[in-house]
């Protein structure tokens, strides 16, 4: 299974890209792990926060895999525990199916991206940096993966 986030931004911290590394080294062979980073739109100069997103989302849609299933992360989608993100990677792992997660630029995404995803999902209800949101979620799709190969690193 290839499990692809892309992600609006560059020049993350150095604990950021570490702790990101690290996670991903942990997931096996059976887990195909990628992070692309998507140059974000200057604002300023003319472009408002319409204009990036738009230009953000392009650079997004030319970059998901051919028929990957698309996630998008955002505020207002679903706040799956981790036993349920685990299902979620096994229905997705036994149908076979590639999947890409996207974290949208510092205003958002477009609805028109959003309209695109099959699932939307939160990690929480707080605003987070997007570096620290990277790490959160190559962790929980770690553990999603350890708890279903019955690894001890997920504890209920």
């Given at each position: ?46 472009v408002?926060?319409?204009?990036g ?8 849609v030319d ?5 990957a ?75 999603a ?12």
């Open positions: 299974m290839n499990i692809t986030v892309l992600a609006v931004g560059s020049k993350m911290p150095r604990w950021v890209d570490e702790a990101v590394a690290e996670y991903a080294k942990r997931f096996g062979r059976d887990i195909h792990y990628t992070l692309k980073e998507i140059k974000p739109e200057k604002r300023g100069a003319g408002n926060a319409a204009q997103m738009a230009a953000e989302e392009k650079r997004i970059a998901i895999p051919a028929g299933y698309l996630v998008v992360l955002d505020e207002r989608g679903r706040a799956p525990t981790s036993m349920e993100l685990a299902g979620y990677l096994q229905d997705w792992q036994q149908q076979g199916i590639n999947v890409c997660f996207v974290i949208g630029g510092a205003d958002g995404m477009t609805d028109a991206l959003k309209q695109k995803a099959r699932l939307m999902l939160r990690l929480s209800s707080l605003t987070l940096p997007h570096g620290m949101v990277r790490v959160l979620l190559t962790e929980q799709l770690y553990r993966v350890s708890i279903l190969h019955n690894h001890p690193y997920h504890r209920e």
